[in-house]
């Protein structure tokens, strides 16, 4: 099925810093989804990316969607406390189901 | 608007018991899946209904595992007997359209055997 890695596992930060998370494929993605998990909640969908090169904003959130397709990026300016969580990159490629990433663990220290 | 309702929230039982969860997905959903999540192995897709058939279900671990989708408001999974390995946390999701279509999860069942 498809493989998609995601880096870094864990990321901790000084609330007002920057975080980026990352998400990369072997193989051409048709699309591309980013999702958010409370501790102890659910994933949340948080935005779809499906154009080649494609960035969308959300406030402080950048997300980036690769030109070949293949990766993209996940940019918080100026995390809060509020932005804790971890943070997953779901793909479909060929196979049209979602694989989800392996997740990135924001801390953010106040 | 009620999202995707999951039931029990938890549950512990004992090696060998059956273990039922339940899901209500969104109303008008036509898909609905269930994921199983742990630290070591992240989010699993066990196996996926459209229009309350299973498309895919190679994710399902074992025989032990079975899933069933009487109609398109319910769908239950079940593990029997259970084991301690199964301990995870059982998300069910639903969305419309496509399997790649983005999903609503449910608050999910935390189930631990001991």
């Known amino acids: 099925g498809q493989q998609v890695m995601q880096i870094p596992q864990y990321q901790h930060v000084q609330e007002g810093e920057d975080f980026t998370t990352y998400c990369n494929s072997s193989?051409?993605?048709?699309?591309i989804q980013w999702y958010k998990q409370r501790p102890g909640g659910h994933p949340v969908f948080l935005i779809q990316?499906?154009?080649?090169?494609e960035v969308k904003k959300q406030k402080r959130l950048t997300f980036q969607f690769g030109e070949a397709k293949k990766n993209s990026s996940l940019h918080i300016t100026a995390t809060q406390t509020t932005d804790v969580g971890t943070y997953f990159c779901?793909?479909?490629?060929?196979?049209?189901?979602?694989?989800f990433g392996s997740g990135t663990q924001l801390t953010v220290l106040p | 608007d009620a999202g995707v309702i999951q039931s029990p929230r938890h549950e512990v039982t004992e090696m060998g018991q059956e273990v039922t969860l339940r899901c209500k997905p969104i109303?008008?959903?036509?898909?609905l899946f269930w994921y199983r999540q742990t630290m070591m192995r992240g989010l699993e897709l066990l196996i996926y209904?459209?229009?309350?058939?299973?498309?895919?279900d190679s994710g399902m671990p074992e025989d032990r595992f079975s899933a069933k989708m009487p109609n398109a408001s319910f769908s239950t999974l079940k593990i029997q007997p259970s084991e301690p390995r199964d301990s995870a946390v059982y998300f069910c999701?639903?969305?419309?359209?496509?399997?790649?279509?983005?999903?609503?999860f449910g608050n999910g069942t935390r189930l631990t055997v001991t």
């Open positions: 999701a639903s969305t419309v359209g496509q399997a790649n279509s983005p999903l609503h």
């Open positions: 193989t051409t993605l048709s699309n």
């Open positions: 990316l499906v154009k080649s090169g």
């Open positions: 779901a793909a479909s490629g060929s196979a049209r189901q979602l694989t």
């Open positions: 109303s008008g959903h036509n898909s």
């Open positions: 209904f459209n229009n309350n058939v299973p498309i895919d």
